[in-house]
Every structure is written in C-alpha cells, then in structure tokens.
C-alpha cells in the first residue's frame, strides 16, 4: 500500500510533526511523523526503540533538589531505590485509592507509599519521602514527567533534520478499551501537563493495531472486490489483555474501509500476572531456604527477586530450566536456586481460560472460522504459554504475526493522528469506523433504571438529544458508563432560572439535553435547553402516556414537524427515535421555541479531573522542575568547558615550555593558577552559580591567549628588515590594487557608454544587480572600502616607525615590534579575503550587465520592428478607410514579462550621489 508515503507528503506540505505514543505497563513506545521523518520511532537516549515505562524521582544536593531519572535510564537504581520508584503507572490511571487495583499495586510494589490528594478526593499521590509536601506527585503528574522527557526527545529528533520545523504539539495516545472516562481524563490531563498543546486524540490500542495491520498488507488490484473479511487483534502486554475484532472491506472503489466490531479484555491478565506466578515460586523457596517470613522481606530483596522472575519468563519462553543466582542477597548470603518451565506451567494453568475469554468476548456468539486471522500484538504473545493456548483455540494457521508486536500500536496510533489532524478522504485511503464499546446511560434524580443514550456499538461523535422530563426545581443529572455513574449534573433553582420562558397553560415546560460521544469515546451532556411540549388532550392519553411520548403530539399538532424523545420505559427503542431526533433537529429550527439553559458544574462521584487552576500550578511546578534540570545541566556543561580548558592550558604550557620559560617571568604563576582553579572545581565550587564559572572560564581563556602571543612573537620574524619588507610589499600591493579597481571601474563605465548610446538607463540596471549581489551577500564593496582604508592606515603608521634606525627599532620591545608585524600581517590577510569575494561578484555584475544589455537591445529592435509595422500599416489603412483608428491592438503582440518602466521612475534612479556613482563604478 502507497499509503503512508501519500500521508508523509501531506505532513510535509503542513511542516506538523505528529507524536504517536504507546505508553505501556512495562515499555514505552514513541513514533514521529514530521517533514523527512516517516513514521520513525523516537530513539532513547542509549539508541534504544522503546524505554522503560517509569521515572526515578530522588533528592538532589541540596534541599528542594530532585534528581529525576527517566526511564530505562534508571538501570538497576530501581532495584537499588524502590521506594523513589515509579513503575507500572499504568494501571494506576484514573483509579481511586481504595481502587482494588491500587491495593493489588502496592502489594506488587513493595517500598512505594501512596497517598490520597486531598484536592481531588479520592485519586493517587505518589509519597517519594520527601519533606516538601509539593513534591509528592500526582500520577498525573508522573505520567507527564514520562512523556515530557519524550517530546524533549522528540525535539532533538527534528532538530537534527534539516527540513522540520522543531514543533512536538500535535500527540495521540494509545488507551486501553476499558479506559473508564476517569482513565481517559487521566490521560488527557497528563498530556496537558506534558505541555502538549494540541491532543488530536486518545487511540484505542486494537484500533491502532488494526490500522497498522492494514497498512502493512499488500493489496493486489484483485483484492478490492467489495468483501469484508474479520479478524481479530489479539493485544498482551504486561497489565493486561484484550481482543479487538475488526473488518475490513476494500472496496472497487479504491477506498478501505476499517471497521471496529467489538473488544474483550480481561483488565489485569498481563505479562506481570505471569512473572508474578514465577516471583511466588522463586520467593516460596527463597523464605525456605533461609527460613524467613514474608514480612522480613526488605524492598531491596523484593525487587531483585522480581528482577530474577522476569529474567525467568522470558528464559523459560525459550529453555526448559532457569537458574536464580542472586548475590548477597541475605546477611550477606548467595541465593542459588532453579525454576522450570514445568513448574511455571503447573502453577499457571488455572490462567489458561483468561487468555482466551477476551477472545471469545469479542467474538461475542461468532464462531472462530469467521475468523481470517489472530493477528498478536505485545510482548507477552511472545511467551510459548501464551501462544500454546491461542494456537489451541484457533488452529495454528490462523496465528497471524504480521505486524511488529513491539511497535505496532505506536505506529497505528500515530497514524491515527495523521487521520484525525488532515481529516484525510482521498480514495485509496484506509476510512476507519469507529464505536464506542460501552452502554451509556442518563438518569434524572437518581432514578433506579438509568436510561440508555448510547448503546454499545454506537459510531463516535454521535449526538443525541433527550428529553429529561418536566422541569423541576431541582434536578440531578447522571451520566453512566455501563452502570458505573461517573459524572453528575446538578441544576437548581431551574424554575426560577426558565421563568422568562412562558409555555401555554396546557402546555409543559421540559428540559431537553444533548448528549455526545466524542473523539475520545468519552460520554458528556453538552448542552441543555427548555422546550414547551404540547400536552395530549385526552384524558385517556394522558394515563396512557403518562407525559412519555410527546412524539405523538408534536407530530399531530403539524406545527413543525419535531420528533422528540422522551424517557419512556421502553429504552430499547429509544436509542433509535433519539437518532431519528438528532437528524431532524439539526434540519431546521423548531418553531415551539427552545430557551438554552447554562450548565452546571459538574461533579464526580470518583476520581475529580483537576480543577483548571490546579492544573495551572501544576504545569508551573513541572516547568520549574524543568528549568531546575537545564540550569543543571548547564551548570554541568560550563563546569567541563572549564576543566577541559585548564588541562588545555597546562598541557599548552607543557608544550610550548621552552619558549615560554625563556618568554615569560612569572610563567610558574600560569601553572599554579591551573592547579588552583582544578582544585577549585573540584572541592569549592558547589554552591559556584554558572556566572561563577563563566568568569572562571574568561579567566583561563584571557592567560592562555597571552602565552599564545608570546609563542607567536618568539616564532614571526620581527625584525627591522622583515618589517620593511612587509611595508614596502604591502604599499605596493595596495598600488597594484588601485589599479585594478580603476580597470574594474573602466569595464562598467564601458558597458554605461554602451547603454546609453542605445538609450537604456544604466543606473536602474545597475542598482537592480547590486541590490542582487547584496540579497545574496556578495555586495563587499563596502566592506572592501573599509578593511582597504583600516590597512592603507596601518601601512602609514607602521611607514613611520621604519625609518628608525636598527639600533633605535631594537630598543622597542619586543611586544611594540611584534605589534607592527601582526599589523601588517593581519591587514594584509583581511584585504586579500575580501578581494577574493570582490572579483567574484564584480565579474558576476558584469555579466548581468551584458545580458540584460542584449535582453535590451533585443526588445528595441522588436518595438523597432513592430513601430514600422504599425507605420506601413498605417499607411495602408490611410489610402484604404482613413476612419479606422484601431492599430493600438497590435501592441499586445510585443508585450514582454517585464513592464517597461515609467518615466517617473527614471527620474527617481538618476538622484543618485556622487558617491554613490563613485561606488557604482568600482
Ligand atoms: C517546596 O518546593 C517548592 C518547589 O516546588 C518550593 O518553591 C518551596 O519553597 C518548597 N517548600 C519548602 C517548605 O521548602
Ligand atoms: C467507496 O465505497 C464505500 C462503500 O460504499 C464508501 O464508504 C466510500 O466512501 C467510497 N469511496 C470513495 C472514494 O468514494
Ligand atoms: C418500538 O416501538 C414500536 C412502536 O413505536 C413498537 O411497535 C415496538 O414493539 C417497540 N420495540 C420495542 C423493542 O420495544
Ligand atoms: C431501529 O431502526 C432500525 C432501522 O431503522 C431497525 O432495523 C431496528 O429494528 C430499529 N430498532 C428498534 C429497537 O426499533
Ligand atoms: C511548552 O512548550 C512550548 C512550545 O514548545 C515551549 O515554548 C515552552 O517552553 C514549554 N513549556 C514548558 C514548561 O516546558
């Protein structure tokens, strides 16, 4: 498929970069989009293609320092430091803390405290062990370190091509499919406190895998033939396991169409759950062996333990044995033991039936033989485990390993983005048909049986309005996702707020909200409005209807032709009439007149979103942290430029010591200055702030420059009789240079006397090439006038000092004669610089000149042409029809490009100063 390469030049004419992130459990993946980079992934700073999901956070020198250790970068410090460690951040996303998954992550996570941010009621902080309550940090907050550190890199990625413009803000994000609308919030706030200031989307992760999949195929021209055919994404990673099942059609048409059916997924199956099974075996026989409890377990232990068991997993995927061997691990003792993949079989074999339910959700009733293919993403489809038991579901033929299980769903993701950033509809391109796979419900005031809005399988960015019954004084709306209430709308004192807006009396005043599924597949109500619906008249409607379906009224009453929904008992059909409802509704404006009613705040039975302004500080605090870091690493920075120039400057001294112990008195001064500004460094300098250092810096460098002339005075020849050789040299140099220009000023004076015998305006040619040599930095004439005159003067001053005699000139010192020297050397080296650029541009004035002459004089002889065309014809049409007054036409014939100019214009041009005109030609 031409695919990718078609979107690429679509980015390039845009200059966008596009981020696409997989922020996984265990490993991170990042992909770049951007002008002359493909889809390329975001490279660790070890050059590794995918990092360690996880952050090191510890105190640095001094009090309110952090030390922050990203990712794969913390090596074993983790191991070393569990309690500053944030790993597995994952599935800590939008949960509370009393959450079963955050107790299940502390017992997995031994040395991490967590604790509950009080302005958020409910959500995660992570307690480092640090005094400063604001350095305990929000997940949130973590995640954003994570990605921050990506986008950093991601920069240095564009700084390093040329053709892109160093811009990270357009990022997607792959989420799970059972990301609550708590989760997806998490994400988008920690994408904003990452400082992304464009979030095209959340990406569900067998969407992304689907779309990459799709994009890797091979399509023959055979193969669009209008037939759908399904597979299945079979995605594990560390925390977890879903199924995605999709479609796709490739159509005659050229076009492909993506479909998502359904998903499955077991939230906590994952790769850890497996190596957790191995850390029971390793650590059962770990307490027997030096017979301990499992609370004398230190963190320490803990984690190297949990080290060896993921060593074990990967191991026993391709061998029938491991052997633990871990070092002092206890009172100073060895721990040598061996695990086999028997015993890893045994103790996992009640999890064979959470490795395919995801699977067989999806298919929710299919058969597997509707299947084409399990395509496997994620790095725990790789365990032999795993695979055996998928192969025994499906048939080994089905297993499917055409996409990178590593790098696949940031891949897709970012894809995704590309998608969602060019709203992209070519043919040939991959339209993707995406559904939100939860229920979502609204109740009003709590009601026990909330009703269904959105039903699972519903396409996203669907609107649909909803009748929420009569206004009351007071009503709470409830937003459900699957039965879970998320979000409350609470609206008071609504009579009064609707008081202006008058129904007739029979009439009654309801309140009607619409409702969205958007982009990110979150659930909202997003607007609220009052209406008056026509009450049934019957008494018998009214029980029958009990104020439910008014669609019957309104439509009977043929005002307008509004269909509205309302709750009615039966929500089965309601999804379908509230669909019917959002299509008419944007037709035309209803006329039983509708008032809008301002939304509430809303409030969460969980985990809150930040409030803005908290969200404000914190973005304040991660930039400070930031800018903590680069003043850091500056400071390191100009602390080894000036180490380096010390050793630079000894090693100088050490060099050139002959010369210099015979040159300079107080050369062991330079050396002991060294030695001292080394020790400096060394051991007093902590508290130094960069300007310190710098002036440390100016220091060293102004005492190596010194020594520097001494060596150059002891190796020029200073002479008398050098010296005046140089002078008279240069004097004639600089006549043979006068009488160069005069010849270059001879040769544009030519080509003048040629432009004007034939009338053309020299001046506005010539204006027009220097103007041109200047735009290409090539007009020295002036910066020649002065290094000439600055060179003439050193020639007059050095001139005068040549006339004294030997005896005279060597009483000088040594320093005033090397002056003459390096003046005259210097100046001579300038001037010859210059000159070199000189004759180039003036031999390229010349040129021009002598084109646009012959472009000229080409377009006179046509005017010349054409007059005497115009004349003959004349003269003709004279003796032919006197009246006729039309030759003017004929002017067109002989139009060039370029206009000729005005006579306004010439009179301008030929202002010029005289010297100006001196300039002009040289
Ligand atoms: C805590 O750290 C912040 C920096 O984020 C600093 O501004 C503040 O002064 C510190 N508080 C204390 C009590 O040291
Ligand atoms: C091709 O046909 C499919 C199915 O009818 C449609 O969804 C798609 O938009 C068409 N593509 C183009 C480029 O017309
Ligand atoms: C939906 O409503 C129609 C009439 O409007 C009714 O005939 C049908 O039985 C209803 N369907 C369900 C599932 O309640
Ligand atoms: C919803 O509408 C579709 C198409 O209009 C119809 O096939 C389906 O039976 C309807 N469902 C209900 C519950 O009325
Ligand atoms: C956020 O990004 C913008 C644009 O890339 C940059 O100018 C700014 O310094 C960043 N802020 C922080 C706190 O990193």
């Not at 302005?119 to 307690?127: H, I, L, N, P």
């Not at 040329?162 to 989420?175: C, F, G, Q, R, Y």
């Not at 904003?192 to 464009?198: E, R, T």
Request: hydrophobic share 35%; glycine share 6%; with cysteine.
């Amino acid at each position: 498929m031409k695919l990718p390469i078609l979107l690429t030049s679509m980015v390039a004419a845009s200059h966008a970069a596009i981020l696409g992130l997989d922020y996984g459990q265990q490993f991170t993946k990042a992909v770049l989009l951007a002008p002359g980079i493909s889809f390329e992934i975001v490279l660790t700073d070890e050059g590794k293609r995918k990092d360690l999901s996880g952050i090191l956070i510890r105190g640095g020198k001094h009090a309110n320092d952090l030390e922050r250790v990203y990712g794969s970068q913390t090596g074993s410090l983790c191991t070393r430091f569990p309690q500053s460690c944030v790993l597995d951040l994952k599935t800590l996303l939008g949960k509370s803390i009393l959450d079963p998954s955050t107790r299940q992550y502390l017992a997995q996570h031994f040395g991490v405290t967590l604790i509950e941010d009080d302005t958020r009621a409910g959500s995660v902080k992570f307690d480092l062990g640090f005094a400063n309550q604001s350095y305990a940090f929000t997940v949130e907050e973590v995640l954003a370190m994570n990605l921050n550190d990506i986008k950093t890199r991601a920069l240095q990625t564009l700084q390093s091509t040329s053709h892109a413009i160093p811009l990270v803000e357009d990022v997607t994000i792959s989420v799970p499919p059972f990301a609550s609308p708590e989760t997806r919030q998490s994400y988008l706030d920690a994408l904003h406190l990452a400082n992304f200031s464009n979030v095209l989307g959340l990406v569900d992760e067998g969407t992304a895998v689907a779309l990459n999949y799709l994009t890797n195929r091979k399509f023959e021209a055979s193969d669009y033939n209008d037939v759908a055919q399904r597979h299945l994404v079979f995605d594990m990673g560390a925390g977890s396991a879903t199924a995605t099942l999709f479609s796709f059609t490739p159509y005659k048409n050229g076009s492909i169409v993506l479909e998502l059916e359904n998903v499955g997924y077991d939230e906590s199956f994952g790769g850890k759950l497996l190596t957790q099974s191995i850390y029971t075996i390793i650590s059962e026989k770990f307490l027997a062996k030096f017979n301990l409890k499992h609370s004398d377990l230190t963190p320490k232990a803990v984690a190297r333990l949990v080290e060896a068991s993921e060593k074990a997993k990967l191991i026993l995927s391709a061998n029938t044995e491991y052997h633990v061997s871990l070092e002092s691990i206890h009172d100073d003792k060895d721990f040598k033991t061996t695990v086999s993949r028997d015993e890893f079989e045994e103790i996992n074999s009640d999890l064979m039936e959470r490795i395919t339910k995801p699977i067989l959700d999806a298919l929710n009733g299919l058969s597997v033989d509707e299947l084409k293919s399990i395509v496997l993403n994620g790095g725990s489809t790789r365990v032999p485990f795993v695979q055996k038991h998928l192969i025994a579901l499906v048939g080994e033929d089905k297993i499917a390993k055409s996409v990178n299980a590593d790098e696949s769903c940031a891949l897709g993701t970012t894809l995704r983005g590309l998608k969602l950033k060019t709203k992209l509809s070519k043919p040939n391109d991959v339209i993707v048909i995406d559904k939100g796979f939860h229920n979502y419900e609204v109740a009003v005031n709590g009601e026990d049986d909330p009703k269904l809005v959105f039903e699972k399988g519903t396409l996203i960015n669907e609107v649909s309005r909803v009748n929420l019954g009569a206004i009351a004084n007071n009503l709470d709306i409830g937003l459900y996702e699957d039965g879970k209430l998320f979000k409350t709308y609470a609206f008071e004192d609504l009579v009064k707020k609707t008081e202006k807006f008058s129904c007739k009396s029979k009439d009654s005043k309801e309140l009607f909200g619409y409702f969205t599924l958007d982009q990110n597949k979150m659930f909202d109500l997003t607007r609220v409005e009052v209406e008056c619906v026509k009450e049934d008249k019957s008494i018998l409607g009214k029980i029958l209807n009990k104020g439910k379906s008014t669609e019957e009224a309104t439509v009977n009453e043929d005002e307008d032709g509004e269909v509205i929904d309302t709750f009615g008992d039966d929500s089965a059909n309601s999804t379908n009439s509230t669909e019917t409802t959002t299509k008419k509704t944007t037709r035309a404006p209803p006329k039983p007149k509708t008032a809008h009613v301002p939304l509430p705040k809303a409030s969460y039975p969980g985990v809150k979103p930040f409030l803005r302004t908290t969200k404000e500080k914190l973005v304040g605090k991660l930039a400070y942290l930031n800018s903590r870091d680069q003043q850091k690493a500056e400071l390191e920075s100009v602390r080894n430029n000036l180490e380096s120039d010390c050793y630079q400057l000894r090693a100088y001294i050490e060099h050139y010591e002959d010369i210099l112990s015979a040159e300079v008195e107080d050369l062991s001064e330079y050396e002991s200055l060294v030695g001292e500004v080394i020790e400096w460094l060394e051991f007093e300098s902590d508290d130094a702030s960069i300007e310190d250092i710098k002036e440390k810096i100016a220091m060293v460098g102004k005492k190596h420059k010194r020594l520097a002339r001494f060596v150059e005075i002891h190796s020029a020849d200073i002479s008398l009789k050098h010296i005046k050789n140089l002078q008279v040299e240069g004097s004639n140099f600089v006549n043979s240079l006068q009488e160069k220009l005069l010849t270059y000023g001879g040769q544009v004076q030519e080509i003048r006397g040629r432009y004007e015998a034939e009338g053309f305006d020299f001046d506005k040619e010539n204006d027009r090439q220097r103007a041109a040599l200047a735009a290409k930095g090539m007009d020295k004439l002036d910066k020649f006038d002065k290094t000439l005159e600055a060179y003439k003067n050193d020639l007059t001053t050095v001139g005068k000092s040549v006339g004294l005699s030997e005896e005279e000139y060597n009483s000088l010192s040594k320093d005033e004669r090397y002056t003459f020297y390096e003046l005259l050397t210097n100046g001579f080296a300038n001037v010859l610089a210059d000159l070199v650029s000189l004759e180039g541009g003036h031999i390229e004035r010349l040129d021009a000149l002598n084109e646009k002459f012959e472009t000229l004089s080409a377009r006179k002889k046509q005017k010349e042409l054409k007059d005497k065309l115009k004349k003959s014809k004349k003269e003709a049409k004279v003796e032919e029809e006197p009246e006729a007054e039309n030759g003017e036409d004929d002017d067109v014939v002989f139009e060039e490009d370029e206009p000729e100019q005005t006579s306004t214009e010439t009179a301008e041009d030929s202002q010029q100063t005289a010297s100006e005109i001196e300039h002009d030609e040289l």
